[in-house]
């Protein structure tokens, strides 16, 4: 195999499994290590630098980064990655002065940023201390988009979100709210110098069944997003006892357990297909379940049931899958029918975009879906000058992807105001930080922790429903936060190899916990794969391969599937041929875009 | 000393042999030699061919005397027998043992210190009496536990870390083994454990004394320039002769074999030993040709390695003693202690 280059700034990333899978790219172990010395400001910081809003997404981000982590293949738990950055935002001490500042003046360039959702935000964020002027048009009357209209305030306190939109306010953004934009063209014609669209994906599909429009029905079937803003902003107060929720995403457990707390007493989440299918989050699905709300599968709706004037229950057709051994869906049939009773129904099936205030002359083109054809890397739109971000640009995904498009788009909109070429963007890079302080002793905690996650711990059921926003999560207590960072195994710590120090002891190989070492003649990726003693091969895992050794010419190999980082071989290296040095990935945004290449 | 210990970690997936053992299962307390040590990387080989032949490590023994090399016994097979002896004095506990339970699996760990100067007369007669264990020799030339003094196996001229040259011949653990009935002689290198770990195997499963003597450098005090047991020194003239791998009895292939290209041997326990690499019709059951290839290869510094001479037929200790077949402990006391009135009648029996 050919040496690998770990001079390739995208070899060690990966190796940084949550990184890597954090749509922003948030250093999660560098912040975790803040967090374990007490430096929460520094933590809250460095995780702001990332993905802007750490206090919001510490309670309700979606967690690529947590079924990727390292510690999940090792044993069944993952590091709680996102519980650690709630803990950094709710422990920081008074970071004002820290964080990026209004500029003394502006550069004179006019931004107009459609949506106040967390994509709009990002760009102001990136681009107001460069001096842009940034104004926010926002049709409800509080910023925040989806984070404050559709998450629960249970999940997300107003005051967390609120605290982290000031801080971008602060920097001299201009908010207008119960400011819809009503035509693009109109928008256009004024004095922007680029205009951003963060609007989201506002419309919740319905579902157009038998007894839907009837009197006395279709009131009392809510489309889940548009129903959630409604209880977010006290327009609605109430709901029946019996409530069916249809559709199993993470929209429909915000629905049932809001339910709840409106006074709904019995709450079904209907599901068309079994658990494996479902689309909403292992712990959302665990913490509506334990709210007692029943997940019923296998029910596909069919029909709304009204009676004298008023909805009292839906049919649903009982389904049977058959399903193969890769989990597909091979075939289906009906077995019967149930009919369940109810007083409300509330549809979380999906949302689409919907931009029915872009002209079609505007220059936008949409494609066969009503969504903006939109470039993957610079988001700028057909139209030159005007950008899309967020569930706007490629359709419903989640905050911290809208935070990565805002990133990006900034970038473009830097360039674009600059007269420069989007495209050329500054590539990742990556530095290399040496970690040793004496003889078995690095200044990261290399040993091996055993401890299982801590669980979060909840505010109690009876006291829960009282309040609708009475935060059900209470934080990690501080024996909790000292072990879930020991848990974490620092894999950003890199394994670095030199072969023309090896003298092929093989001590690192013997002293390897999880035998991911070997020195073995060079052959193809599988006959090396095969010289170890776990051979299988995890998707997206590389082999490190090193250059020949000097006094065989054999070459050492590393899966670095199942390293723990834990440094034991550069301990036991008497050459120092294996050292460990931290990684640190240099993801750039708007900011250091005009630093030489 | 170190300050660290391996973390034991369940992995899935993780290979386990037939006991359901995975081959952390055969580690030991942590080292405490220096790093890049040879003896680490023998401990290791070791574990290794006890996890694949799957021996209960409740039912092996670990034996040694004094010195770098016998402190290893502690780093591998945590839950099994073991005894440090008196310097020197462990062929004599290891026989005493065997003697009581020959039913378990013995390995005896020493050096080069440690067999060839004071236990030197332990360690052949030992080897004369065939007695049925596998004696790792792990030799880097040097006393490593007392900063470097050459030892009876430095070869001539070789110099010591602080330039000093050795004058006295070496005693070749090797030549010695064949010179008084060993019938089971290998020399190997820690580095190369493709073919060390085989080579335990097949040790452990022969009938009878097994010696391999393994070049195991010294990182501390003998791996320098002028050392004959360096690591680069041993990689340059090593010469990987004859490859020996044991084949269980469940797995044996019945099928012909090219003459000179692997040679089996059967042994007593059904299973076989398969031997590769053989050059020039070099028959390892042949004794004479044994000690003329070492000879032989003495003369080009080459470091010759492998399984040099085995003799499958030979009696071991126990079967020319004609001693008990049963262990001891589980002879009933009765019949292990039939009391002063058969004493008595022994007695009068030799008057």
């Known amino acids: 195999m050919k040496p690998t280059n770990t001079r390739n700034p995208d070899y060690y990333h990966k190796v940084v499994d949550c990184q890597w899978a954090c749509p922003a790219h948030t250093p999660v172990p560098q912040y975790i290590r803040l967090i374990a010395q007490g430096r929460y400001g520094d933590a809250y910081l460095l995780n702001r630098e990332s993905n802007v809003f750490p206090g919001v997404l510490g309670r309700v981000c979606d967690r690529p980064c947590e079924p990727a982590c390292r510690r999940g293949r090792l044993e069944d738990e993952p590091v709680a990655i996102c519980r650690l950055k709630r803990v950094a935002a709710d422990h920081r001490e008074d970071i004002t002065d820290k964080l990026p500042k209004k500029p003394a003046k502006t550069n004179g360039k006019k931004i107009a940023l459609i949506g106040a959702g967390p994509a709009s935000f990002t760009v102001a964020n990136d681009l107001a201390p460069l001096g842009y002027e940034c104004t926010i048009f926002e049709k409800l009357s509080e910023p925040g988009g989806l984070m404050r209209s559709n998450i629960p305030a249970f999940r997300l306190p107003e005051k967390v979100l609120s605290e982290e939109l000031d801080c971008i306010l602060d920097m001299g953004v201009e908010l207008k709210l119960n400011s819809p934009i009503e035509s693009m063209s109109a928008l256009l014609e004024q004095d922007w110098d680029a205009v951003f669209v963060g609007t989201g994906a506002p419309r919740g599909k319905d579902l157009n069944l038998e007894g839907r429009w009837e009197d006395g029905v279709k009131d009392k079937i809510h489309i889940g997003i548009d129903w959630l803003e409604s209880v977010a902003f006290e327009h609605t107060k109430a709901i029946g006892k019996k409530v069916l929720i249809i559709g199993v995403g993470n929209t429909a457990m915000d629905c049932c357990r809001t339910s709840l707390r409106l006074g709904a007493k019995n709450v079904k989440v209907m599901a068309r297909k079994p658990r494996q299918f479902f689309k909403a989050s292992v712990w959302e699905l665990e913490d509506a379940e334990e709210e007692n709300i029943e997940i019923m599968i296998n029910h596909s709706p069919k029909a709304f049931v009204h009676k004298d004037g008023k909805l009292t229950g839906m049919v649903f057709e009982l389904m049977q899958y058959e399903i193969d051994d890769t989990g597909r869906i091979t075939d289906q049939k009906v077995t019967g029918e149930t009919t369940i009773p109810c007083d409300d129904v509330i549809l979380a099936i999906g949302q689409d975009n919907a931009f029915p205030w872009i002209e079609d002359d505007a220059g936008i083109e949409l494609d066969k879906w009503q969504v903006p054809v939109v470039d993957e890397t610079t988001f700028e739109s057909t139209r030159k000058g005007v950008f899309f971000g967020g569930d706007s640009a490629f359709g419903p995904k989640n905050i911290i992807w809208a935070v990565e498009h805002g990133h990006q788009a900034a970038i473009s909109i830097h360039k674009h105001c600059q007269g420069k070429m989007l495209t050329g963007r500054l590539p990742n890079e990556v530095d290399m930080a040496p970690t040793k302080m004496g003889m078995f002793e690095w200044r990261y905690s290399n040993s091996y922790d055993d401890a299982e996650r801590r669980q979060m711990n909840h505010v109690e059921l009876t006291k829960r429903f009282a309040e609708l926003d009475v935060e059900v999560e209470l934080g990690f207590t501080p024996e909790q936060i000292a072990t879930e960072v020991e848990r974490c195994l620092n894999c950003d710590i890199q394994t670095v190899f030199e072969p023309s120090l090896c003298e092929e002891c093989d001590a690192c190989i013997d002293i390897c916990p999880v035998e991911c070492l070997s020195m073995t003649e060079d052959a193809d990726e599988a006959e090396l794969r095969a010289s170890l003693s776990v051979s299988e091969k995890i998707e997206g895992q590389d082999l490190y391969v090193s250059d020949a050794l000097p006094l065989t010419k054999r070459v050492m190999i590393k899966d670095e599937n199942v390293c723990l980082h834990c440094g034991l071989c550069a301990e036991r290296c008497p050459t120092a041929a294996w050292d460990m040095q931290e990684a640190l990935i240099q993801i750039h945004h708007a900011d250091d875009q005009d630093k030489e290449m | ?351």
């Open chain 2, 1 to 351: 000393m170190t300050s660290f210990t391996k973390p034991l970690i369940r992995r899935r997936n993780e290979p386990t042999n037939e006991l359901g053992l995975v081959r952390a299962d055969y580690d030991g307390a942590m080292s405490t030699l220096c790093a890049g040590c040879g003896h680490d990387a023998v401990t290791a080989s070791m574990a290794r061919a006890f996890f694949e032949l799957s021996i209960e490590p409740h039912r092996a023994v670990k034996v040694s005397g004094i010195g770098c090399s016998s402190k290893t016994t502690a780093y591998f097979l945590r839950e099994s027998h073991g005894i440090n002896t008196v310097h020197g004095r462990m062929p004599s506990v290891a026989t005493g043992a065997i003697a009581a339970n020959h039913e378990l699996t013995y390995i005896g760990v020493s050096g080069d210190g440690d067999s060839l100067s004071i236990g030197l007369g332990q360690f052949v007669h030992a080897m004369r009496r065939n007695v049925n264990m596998l004696y790792m020799l792990e030799n880097n030339g040097v006393y490593g536990l007392t900063k470097g003094q050459f030892s009876a196996a430095a070869d001539m001229g070789s110099t010591a870390k602080k330039g000093a040259v050795n004058e006295l011949p070496p005693i070749d653990p090797v030549s010695l083994a064949l010179a008084v009935g060993a019938t089971f002689v290998a020399r190997a290198f820690s580095g190369d454990r493709e073919q060390l770990v085989p080579l335990i195997k097949a040790g452990l499963k022969h009938k009878g004394f097994g010696l391999i003597d393994v070049i195991s450098p010294c990182v501390s005090f003998n791996d320098h320039k002028g050392s004959t047991k360096s690591y680069e020194h041993t990689y340059k003239y090593y010469n990987p002769a004859v490859h020996a791998d044991y084949v269980p009895p469940s797995k044996q292939i019945k099928a012909a074999y090219d003459a000179g290209d692997i040679m089996p041997i059967e042994l007593h326990d059904g299973g076989q030993i398969t031997l590769r690499k053989l050059e020039n019709g070099y028959d390892p059951r042949d004794r004479a040709a044994a000690v003329n290839k070492l000879f032989e290869s003495g003369q080009s510094n080459e470091i010759i390695t492998g399984l040099l001479y085995i003799d499958e037929d030979h009696k071991d200790m126990h079967e020319m003693a004609r001693m008990e077949d049963r262990p001891l402990n589980e002879i009933p006391y009765a019949e292990l202690n039939p009391g002063a009135a058969k004493l008595k009648e022994l007695q009068k029996g030799f008057r």
